[in-house]
Nanobody
Framework: QVQLVESGGGMVQAGGSLRLSCTAS????????IGWYRQAPGNQRELVAG???????ISADSVKGRFTISRDIAKTTVYLQMNSLKPEDTAVYYC??????????????WGKGTLVTVSS
């Protein structure tokens, strides 16, 4: 049963914008915090931004001021608006859900990922 589905990746020039979407099942959306993670070739997977069940958000220092995480409760969807994209943002972006914490091992559910490529 697929519970997290990402969309919105693609190729964009530096300085451009993309919006990623993560649609979760209703039960998962209401009971788990959801985060966006990314993994670039040769790098470890890292947290980009996350949102809790109460709407509190967290984001990595590297994306503060450029990326915004938000959610649409009615659509059980979490968005990652990415502006002022840089080549170093190139990675596979994953949506993940977990009950507590933001470490990788806290997130029990993962989407398949969507590729974001930023050209210089």
């Amino acid at each position: 049963q697929v519970q997290l589905v990402e969309s919105g990746g693609g190729m964009v020039q530096a300085g451009g914008s993309l919006r990623l979407s993560c649609t979760a099942s209703r039960s998962m959306f209401s009971s788990n915090r959801i985060g966006w993670y990314r993994q670039a070739p040769g790098n470890q997977r890292e947290l980009v931004a996350g949102i809790t069940t109460t709407g509190s958000t967290i984001s990595a220092d590297s994306v503060k001021g450029r990326f915004t995480i938000s959610r649409d409760i009615a659509k059980t969807t979490v968005y990652l608006q990415m502006n002022s994209l840089k080549p170093e943002d190139t990675a596979v972006y994953y949506c993940a859900a977990g009950a507590t914490g933001w470490n990788l091992y806290n997130m029990g559910y993962w989407g398949k990922g969507t590729l974001v490529t930023v050209s210089s």
